[in-house]
């Protein structure tokens, strides 16, 4: 019987203990908000990859295909699919998709935050997508990256998806 007890006790004690380390998704958009910017600041990554007219970085495991026109590519990471979006004609401190993030967004956004430096302006923004969902979205100047995500590993996408955006450079 008391070989029960202990049983009950270090399994009641394990899940404790992972529902007290699992975060909230606005403690994890907070978190890549401050990774996104962390990313922002930095030098970007050295191109590994080509299609189409453009080149960027993809870290490990992430891989690139051409989507309906030469503006729109998709990217994925085992099952996370994201969408890529560069417009060659906006400059890099076009706030164009903020603003239409702002006046067109009809899902609430959990958190946001812009970033800006040497002529470029970008933003990340986590938004409440309909059944447990939620859109994330990385622009720097044309290029936008985004992509729907249930509630797991927000920071770490969000931070990876700035690391992309960060290096999308267009070849003629």
Sequence with gaps: MSRKWIHAFLLTSIVV???ACSQTVEEQAQAGMQNAETMFSSEPNEANKT???IELYL???YSIEKGIDELNYTILNGKDSYILF???NEPEDS???YDLLKQENKNEIVEEKTFESDGQFGFSAVT???EEKYELIVNLGGVKLSTISEDKKIDDKIQEMMEIVKTVK???
Aim: aromatic share 4%.
């Design 17 to 19: 203990i992972l529902s």
């Design 51 to 53: 299609i189409g007219h």
């Design 59 to 61: 870290p490990k495991g």
């Design 86 to 88: 560069v417009n060659q």
């Design 95 to 97: 706030r164009l998709q």
């Design 128 to 130: 409440k997508f309909p």
């Design 170 to 172: 267009v070849v003629n």
